[in-house]
Every structure is written in structure tokens, then in C-alpha cells.
């Protein structure tokens, strides 16, 4: 039991650099949650173009984010950009790599949940007059988002789950200062255990607002 | 460094890749399957403890989970060798996202199928085996696709617990050539290669074994 | 008297389905339970081979009464065939091999021994050359011929029919019916439920009507089916009559 003692005054001692770590996983999440969906949205509109070309790029685009590792951007970026003399933070880094990965993904959420939506009340807009851009966004993108809920909020808990990987780019956020406290006090278990409580814990903060949205978006004939 | 020389790193690297990759499925899909079965026994408190082991493993960070089990568990010694703490950590992890799948699949299997088998005298297990499982499997194909596709994604992190995978093989050779833009995109393009090798590899599977008129009601 | 029922009740939680049945049935004759929907006729059926568990009452199967604890429920169903109104084929597997799995796990038949028999039941029911087609490529009529030979292939001593013609149109109606009357002669003995009159008076040897959970009535076709005492029969036949 002292061993805990000690270990919680080591991590009271250590608060402060926890706390500022902390704020940069969250700063983080809140941002690539808004590009990668914002992302999303225009990757989404994209795959409906009436050019097969522009559809087939965008095909392309998904299926790589999708098929290759997220780290592999981050390193592209952060450890092979520099010898072109383009030289990006750590944070900078992150939202850009998190935005293009995030926003494949959600926009396949959105595809699939456009393959569900009613065909001739998209038909029934562009026979009223809607331009394309009125029809996308007054019809397709309000059904499409509503149907792809699941998928999209799903994303969103996995966007703060992989926050956790972009210490080894050098961004000090919670997980980064947590290893640096288990550098200090070689307590390797117990430190890595009340990181993955506290991950726990956030993930399980995002899950009911999530299940509170959800509530909130979905109309009662929607639901499934 | 000659360009073989290289090439013949990536190479290795890449078998590494795979044998994370797979020992994590092979995981993923026994544990997956363990927890779906044992759910179907409908026992109260074995469902909960099933539920709290679903919600932990789904609500932790691959990374945090390999570092507790890789560096934190020798400090209460236990110490876990690297392939196996990718199995604990993202094979577990993968195997409760697929034991929703499952799940979700064992209730798409028809009613009236299973009671027709039990009115023909068939015993649970053998209803289990005969008529649930391989149908279950069936539905569950674009459920495990994307799952595998995670863990395959998830697998560069092999590297930090030492293993010398194609993500491990690629930082040696950038911080020795100081190519890191070329090497890392490379490596991107090696990951989307067995990424579409796998994907076509399932497809086979699924045709192999796919049956006229056969989804879910 | 292949099978004897006595005063067999079921009730759910909040409803009474059977109120004492009594039911007889002799080898290699044919009887059919008719009566409206919700008469109870289905449960009965299953509670015959304990797919539902009666509440109270006897089953006597080959003389002994199978709601005794410790009968084998496995090896009851195993002498008993079912024929389910929705077919219920296993949709993951060819016609053959909804014929061989029984087969195979609880006869424990090698793959040609059960290969062979599987064989000659579909083609009793005309479906051999359909062997390796799966359920979702066979007509309605097909599947529950398959669903037959299902049944047929472990040798049953009964063969149970719950609405084998309800899911199905007058013309694949008929192809079952002339089945059951093949089967008729084959010697084969069988209680089917339905409340279809088309088939009732095609097949039946005698027709017991059922009614909010007891026998109101038994006989030959005849009887039941003309001008009957029971004005809950004659309505029950004079609305069918004008509803097909």
C-alpha cells in the first residue's frame, strides 16, 4: 500500500506537466474531430461528382487512407518533409495526418449511409429546381449524417483512442507525460495503468455524449 | 546502401509485418469467438463480466495496452515477450471489436432453422456447430474484413516493443541514409500492397465458400 | 396405437392453450387437426415431441409416456419428423446437404452411406436432380420437398405437419399434397395440422377439429365437412370456403 502512496505523491508532484499533457491530447481530439468531419463532408461530396474521373480519384484517396497506417503519414511528414526544407510542428503534423486518415474514413460512414437514403427524394429536389449544391446540402447531407451516426460518433471515440500515438512524433500531450513520470519513478505498471483508466475514462465521457447525440439527432423513425 | 540491400531490409521487414499481423487476427478471432460463444450461454453474470471485458478492450489505446503489458508487466514480474504482448494487446483488442461482430451475426441466424434442427433430435453443441457457427461466419465476413484491416494498420507499433517490422526496418534505414521522405513513402505503398493482397485474399475466401441467395433476413 | 394423448393441457404464463387433449393415432393412418387460428393445434404438435413442454397430461409414444422425467427428448424428436409451415430449410447448405446432416451427426452415417440415402429420399420427392441447388434458388413448393426428405431420411415413425401449404400458392399447394398422398400409400404415418380445407379433404383418413384448446369434434371427412351438428364447424368451413 505505500508503494501507492508514494506513487500517487509522484504523480501529485508531476501534475502539472499531466494537466498541460492532458490539454494537448484534448486540443488535439477537438480539432481533427471538427477537420475530420468537415474533411469527411468534402471527401463525401467528391465521391457523388457526376465526373467519373473525380469519383474514381476519390475512390482512390479512401481506400489508400483507409489501407495504410496513420503512423506512416505522421512519419512521412514529420521525420521526411524536413529535407525539402519544409519543417511542421509536431501538432501540425498531427492535424494534418489525423484530418486526411479521419476524413477517409468518415466519409466511406457517409457513403454507405447515402447507398440507404430514398432515391426519388433526391429525384423529387431536382425536379422542385435545387441546384446540385442545394440538394447536397439540404437533402443528402441532413439524411446522410443522420444514417451514418453510428459510424461517425464510433470514429470519434477512435480519434481520442489514437491521440495516443502521436508522442512518437515528438507532441507532448497525456501519454507522452505519462512515460516521461514512468521515466522518473520506474513504476512502469501502475503509471501505465492510470494512463489506460484515464483513456478509459475520456472514452467513456465521449461515449454518452455520443449515445446523448445520437438521442438528440436521430428522428424515432430512423432509429434501427 | 545499395538499393538491394535495402529492398531485402524492407523485405524482412515486411515478414515481420505479416507474422504480427496474423498472430493478431489468429487472436483476435479466437478471443472474439470465445466471448460471442460464451454470451450465447445466457448466463447473467458470466454476460457481465463478458460486457465489462468488451467495454475495457474496446475503450483502451492499442499503445497504452502494449505498453502495460510489454513494459509494465515485468515490474510485477510478469515478462511477456513482444509478439505476444502485440497478441495481448491489439489481437485482444481487435478480438472484442469482432465479438460484437459475432455477436450481431449469431442473432441474424434464423429462428426457425435452429428449431427445426432441435425438433430433428440435434443436440446444442451440434446446432452450435452445424448451423450457427457457419452462418454466423458468413455474415460476419465484412465485419472481420474491417477489423483485420485495423490490426494490419496497428501493427508498425510492433516496433516499439523491438520487433523488426517493416515500420522498425524503415527508421534504421532513414536515420542511415537521412532519405526519410522516399523510405517513409515507400513503406506507405508496402502497407497499402499487403493491405490490397489481403483484401483480395478474403474475397477468395468468401467466394470459396459463399452460397446462391445466402444473407441476412 | 402408435401414439396416445391424454388430457394434455398447456398453458402460458397468463393464457390456456390446451385444455385436455385427447388424441389416438395408429400406425400408417393419416389424421389432420383442423380449426381457426389460435385453436391451440400448432402447440400441440410441439408439444408432442417436447418442443414446447406441456403443462400437464400423457403422451404415450410406442407405449411408453414420453413426459415421464427422464426420457430422452433427443432420441423422441429423432423418431418423429417435422414439417414446418416456413420450410426452415438451413439456407447455408445445399438441398443434399439438409438431407445428409442429420445423417451424419446423429445416425452417424459415413458421406456415402448418407450421400445415398439423401439421394434416394429426393428423389422419392422428385427433387434429385435439384440436389445441389441451395434454398434460396428452389420455389416454395421445391423447398418444402426438400423439407420432407429432410424429414423422411431418418426413417421416422411419424411424420408431423404444421400447415405444410400455408406459405404456399393453390398450384405449389398442390405438389405437396400429392407428396402426402404418395406418402399415404407408402403406408407412412403422419398428423398434420392446417386449416386448409383443400388439403384436409384431400389426404385425410379422419379429421379431428380443435377448437379454443379442446376437441370439439372427430370423424371422416365426410362428417366433419358436412352439415355438422356444431354451428362453430359449420362457420368455421363456411368462412374458409368463402375466404379461398
Known amino acids: ?224 | 546502401m545499395s538499393f538491394l540491400q535495402m529492398f531485402s531490409l524492407l523485405a524482412s521487414g515486411a515478414g515481420y509485418t505479416v507474422l504480427v499481423t496474423v498472430a493478431c487476427i489468429a487472436t483476435a478471432v479466437v478471443s472474439g469467438l470465445l466471448v460471442a460463444l460464451l454470451g450465447r450461454l445466457r448466463i447473467k453474470p458470466l454476460n457481465r463480466v463478458l460486457a465489462v471485458y468488451t467495454y475495457i478492450f474496446r475503450g483502451i489505446p492499442v499503445l497504452v495496452l502494449l505498453f502495460i503489458v510489454f513494459f509494465g508487466l515485468p515490474g510485477i514480474g510478469l515478462s511477456v515477450p513482444p509478439l505476444v504482448s502485440m497478441m495481448l494487446s491489439l489481437g485482444l483488442i481487435a478480438g472484442a471489436y469482432l465479438a460484437e461482430v459475432f455477436r450481431g451475426a449469431l442473432d441474424a441466424v434464423d429462428e426457425s432453422e435452429i428449431m427445426a434442427a432441435e425438433a430433428m433430435g440435434m443436440s446444442r453443441s451440434q446446432i452450435l456447430f452445424a448451423i450457427e457457427v457457419p452462418q454466423m461466419l458468413r455474415f460476419s465476413v465484412p465485419g472481420m474484413l474491417n477489423e483485420f484491416t485495423t490490426v494490419l494498420k496497428y501493427s508498425p507499433f510492433a516496433y516499439t516493443v523491438g520487433i523488426p517490422d517493416i515500420m522498425k526496418q524503415a527508421l534504421a534505414l532513414a536515420s542511415t541514409t537521412l532519405r526519410g521522405l522516399e523510405i517513409y513513402l515507400a513503406i506507405g505503398l508496402l502497407y497499402f500492397a499487403i493491405y490490397q493482397l489481403m483484401l483480395a485474399l478474403m474475397k477468395a475466401v468468401e467466394r470459396r465458400f459463399s452460397v446462391p441467395g445466402f444473407k441476412r433476413l | 396405437m402408435l401414439l396416445q394423448v391424454r388430457q394434455l393441457t398447456k398453458s402460458f404464463d397468463d393464457k390456456t392453450i390446451l385444455r385436455g387433449v385427447d388424441l389416438d393415432l395408429a400406425e400408417g393412418q393419416l389424421k389432420v387437426i383442423m380449426g381457426p387460428s389460435g385453436c391451440g393445434k400448432s402447440t400441440l404438435l410441439r408439444c408432442l415431441n417436447r418442443l414446447i413442454e406441456p403443462s400437464s397430461g400423457q403422451v404415450i409414444f410406442r407405449g411408453k409416456d414420453v413426459l415421464q422425467p427422464g426420457t430422452d427428448v433427443r432420441a423422441l424428436r429423432q423418431q418423429i419428423g417435422f414439417v414446418f409451415q416456413q420450410f426452415a430449410l438451413y439456407r447455408h447448405l445445399s438441398a443434399l446437404h439438409n438431407v445428409t446432416l442429420a445423417l451424419r451427426k446423429l445416425r452417424g452415417m459415413s458421406v456415402r452411406e448418407a450421400h445415398a440415402k439423401a439421394m434416394h429420399e429426393l428423389g422419392r420427392m422428385n427433387m434429385a436432380e435439384h440436389a445441389d441447388q441451395y434454398p434460396a434458388q428452389l420455389s416454395g413448393g421445391q423447398k418444402q420437398r426438400v423439407a420432407i426428405a429432410r424429414a423422411l431420411a431418418m426413417d421416422p415413425a411419424v411424420l408431423f405437419f404444421d400447415e405444410p401449404t400455408s406459405a404456399l400458392d393453390p398450384l405449389m399447394s398442390r405438389e405437396v399434397v400429392s407428396v402426402i398422398k404418395q406418402l399415404q400409400l407408402d403406408n407412412v404415418t403422419m398428423l398434420c395440422v392446417t386449416h386448409d380445407p383443400f388439403l384436409a379433404k384431400s389426404i385425410a383418413d379422419r379429421v379431428m377439429f380443435l377448437d379454443e384448446g379442446v376437441v370439439r369434434a372427430e370423424g371422416t371427412v365426410a362428417e366433419i365437412f358436412g352439415a355438422h351438428a356444431d354451428p362453430r364447424i359449420r362457420d368455421f368451413f363456411a368462412h374458409e370456403h368463402s375466404a379461398a
Open chain 1, 1 to 224: 500500500m505505500t508503494g501507492w502512496l508514494s506513487f500517487f505523491q509522484d504523480v501529485f508532484e508531476y501534475w502539472p506537466q499531466i494537466l498541460g499533457g492532458l490539454g494537448n491530447t484534448l486540443l488535439l481530439f477537438a480539432i481533427v474531430t471538427v477537420t475530420g468531419l468537415i474533411g469527411g463532408i468534402l471527401v463525401f461530396y467528391q465521391a457523388l461528382s457526376p465526373n467519373r474521373h473525380v469519383r474514381r480519384i476519390t475512390e482512390g484517396y479512401i481506400s489508400f487512407f483507409i489501407g495504410t497506417p496513420l503512423i506512416v503519414l505522421l512519419f512521412l511528414m514529420y521525420y521526411g518533409l524536413p529535407q525539402t526544407g519544409i519543417h511542421l510542428s509536431p501538432l501540425a503534423v498531427a492535424v494534418i495526418g489525423f484530418t486526411m486518415n479521419v476524413a477517409a474514413y468518415n466519409a466511406r460512414y457517409l457513403m454507405s449511409a447515402y447507398n440507404g437514403i430514398d432515391a426519388s427524394e433526391l429525384e423529387a429536389a431536382r425536379a422542385q429546381g435545387f441546384s446540385t449544391l442545394q440538394v447536397f446540402r439540404l437533402v443528402t447531407l441532413p439524411q446522410t449524417l443522420r444514417l451514418a451516426m453510428p459510424g461517425l460518433t464510433n470514429q470519434v471515440i477512435l480519434n481520442l483512442k489514437d491521440s495516443s500515438i502521436v508522442f512518437l512524433i515528438q507532441y507532448t500531450e497525456f501519454f507522452a507525460q505519462m512515460q516521461e513520470l514512468a521515466a522518473r519513478n520506474f513504476q512502469y505498471f501502475k503509471v501505465y495503468l492510470l494512463t489506460g483508466l484515464v483513456y478509459l475514462l475520456l472514452v467513456s465521457l465521449v461515449v454518452l455524449a455520443a449515445r446523448w447525440l445520437e438521442r438528440r439527432v436521430l428522428p424515432a423513425a430512423c432509429r434501427t
